[in-house]
């Protein structure tokens, strides 16, 4: 255990736990001397300057995880990185902490950074400033889990959480060369993670390899009476899934995925990873998700509806910020005005006239309808497949500030995964190469729902027969 310990894997950092080579206190130290070092230039953590000893009780238990901001901790600040929260102090752990706890380990005590109530793919629309790529530096990590991603990226975390509405797990995970998994909606508790869109938001682990995702998938899964979409099924050790054969696993490539708007350099990654799999006898077979196209506009009608109901609540009475009028109807307008951020508006706008009358049965119910078509055509394909393989995103990470003045293109970067949020089912992302630029390029590997093992057998078999997962960012 001479190596810095920060730049471990759980797993590996497990080994000398269990061994009595080292002890949690150690981890912690090295945690905060690489912040200190690496945070100034990626800002992944909300107020790094303050190092980790700014927290009130620290538990230094297990192997800490670093938690998205929109996931509430008990007496331990959680705003969504939005004006309108600050100052919030949730008075009770997320279920997912708490298991985290539970089973030994501990919660950094610094949150991380992501788009305002998880609004975006890029962690600019942050009050907090934007996150670095920590492979190009003047790249953004994606989003909106982008803090989550960056920290593990950067050694400035072992390991994380992050919360996916329409790829926001993984999306940053692609562009910042880590592991991110969704898991099938219902398996993964969101009592105390501040709503987006509850028909699609899940919480899922950020990691640096695919074994320690299945290990953090084993500690926050399983059914919560707090959570009436949580679904009442046990819990695999997804760790068994690993090194499982993957011989004869009939895997399918969509050919709508592969179309204008992928970049070339991201194509021949993913063509690679489907030979290095056929090699290992998987067989794949080009199919077909007819209403892909329909993916990205349904998914913008249905999460900003949602959105603008969840974010109702925020009107500087019993959360965070209040704008200080002596009118009652004022003061909620001002707070309003002045708390929320810009793309949160836009959100709001949009959602609320897709849901007002007139216009419900026009976009809303429509797009309920189009889900269903989508969600059936993954039924009807998961028939005879065991999983779908895609690219995560058409491109690698995109400059900071390329795309934040243009909504429309920013939506697009989630082409490849809001899908798989709308049908409910589980995808991860992990890396599978680099452009000549040196940025990471992300796989995606989507299952049925419920069947996380199949894609923790298929990312393991491919991460074990590749090296992708090893590489480190520079941090310039
Ligand atoms: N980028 C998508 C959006 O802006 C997805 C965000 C998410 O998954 N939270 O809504």
């Known amino acids: 255990m001479n190596k810095n310990l920060y730049s471990l894997t759980a797993h590996e950092l497990a080994v000398g736990l269990n061994k009595k080579e080292i002890k949690s206190e150690d981890i912690y130290s090295a945690l905060d001397g690489r912040i200190k070092e690496s945070d100034p230039k990626v800002n992944a953590y909300l107020r790094p300057s303050k190092g980790l000893s700014s927290g009130g009780d620290r538990i230094t238990s297990g192997i800490p995880v670093a938690i998205k901001d929109n996931i509430c901790t008990k007496g331990f600040h959680t705003q969504c990185c939005s004006k309108i929260l600050e100052g919030f102090i949730p008075p009770y752990d997320a279920t997912v902490i708490k298991r985290i706890k539970e089973s030994g380990h501990s919660c950094l005590e610094l949150k991380t950074n992501m788009d305002e109530f998880a609004f975006g793919s890029s962690t600019e629309n942050s009050s907090q400033g934007p996150t670095h790529n920590p492979w190009d530096l003047?790249?953004?990590?994606?989003?909106?889990?982008?803090?989550?991603?960056?920290?593990?990226?950067?050694?400035?975390?072992?390991?994380?959480?992050?919360?996916?509405?329409?790829?926001?797990?993984?999306?940053?995970?692609?562009?910042?060369?880590?592991?991110?998994?969704?898991?099938?909606?219902?398996?993964?508790?969101?009592?105390?993670?501040?709503?987006?869109?509850?028909?699609?938001?899940?919480?899922?682990?950020?990691?640096?390899?695919?074994?320690?995702?299945?290990?953090?998938?084993n500690i926050i899964s399983g059914y919560d009476p707090n959570d009436s979409t949580s679904i009442n099924l046990p819990v695999p050790d997804y760790t068994r899934a690993l090194g499982k054969d993957v011989k004869g696993l009939k895997v399918g490539v969509p050919k709508e995925y592969f179309i204008e708007g992928?970049?070339?350099?991201?194509?021949?990654?993913?063509?690679?990873?489907?030979?290095?799999?056929?090699?290992?006898?998987?067989?794949?077979?080009?199919?077909?998700?007819?209403?892909?196209?329909?993916?990205?506009?349904?998914?913008?009608?249905?999460?900003?509806?949602?959105?603008?109901?969840?974010?109702?609540?925020?009107?500087?009475?019993?959360?965070?910020?209040?704008?200080?009028?002596?009118?009652?109807?004022?003061?909620?307008?001002?707070?309003?005005?002045?708390?929320?951020?810009?793309?949160?508006?836009?959100?709001?706008?949009?959602?609320?006239?897709?849901?007002?009358?007139?216009?419900?049965?026009?976009?809303?119910?429509?797009?309920?309808?189009?889900?269903?078509?989508?969600?059936?055509?993954?039924?009807?394909?998961f028939k005879e497949l065991d999983c779908i393989l895609t690219p995560t995103s058409p491109t690698a990470a995109f400059k900071i500030g390329e795309k934040v003045k243009d909504p429309l293109k920013m939506y697009l970067s989630d082409i490849y995964t809001i899908s798989a949020n709308l049908a409910g089912i589980p995808g991860i992302s992990l890396p599978c190469g680099l452009t000549k630029n040196g940025l990471p390029i992300g796989l995606q590997i989507l299952a049925p729902h419920f069947q996380e093992e199949k894609i923790f057998s298929l990312a393991y078999a491919y991460e074990q027969n590749t090296d992708w997962h090893k590489l480190k960012p520079k941090l310039t």
């Open 138 to 217: 003047n790249c953004v990590p994606g989003g909106s889990s982008g803090g989550s991603a960056a920290a593990v990226a950067s050694d400035e975390a072992i390991w994380a959480l992050g919360s996916d509405t329409g790829g926001s797990i993984r999306q940053p995970a692609s562009f910042c060369g880590v592991v991110g998994l969704k898991p099938t909606y219902g398996r993964v508790s969101r009592f105390g993670l501040i709503a987006f869109a509850s028909s699609l938001d899940q919480i899922g682990p950020i990691t640096k390899d695919v074994y320690d995702n299945a290990l953090l998938l």
């Open 262 to 381: 992928l970049d070339p350099e991201v194509k021949a990654a993913v063509e690679e990873a489907i030979n290095t799999l056929r090699k290992m006898g998987v067989e794949f077979k080009e199919v077909s998700l007819r209403h892909t196209e329909y993916a990205v506009p349904v998914y913008y009608i249905i999460a900003t509806a949602e959105a603008s109901s969840n974010l109702a609540r925020f009107d500087g009475v019993q959360y965070g910020f209040r704008s200080k009028d002596a009118n009652l109807i004022d003061m909620y307008k001002k707070t309003r005005g002045e708390g929320f951020g810009e793309e949160a508006k836009r959100r709001i706008i949009l959602g609320t006239f897709a849901l007002s009358h007139g216009y419900y049965d026009a976009y809303y119910l429509r797009a309920l309808k189009v889900r269903t078509l989508i969600k059936e055509d993954f039924d009807i394909l």
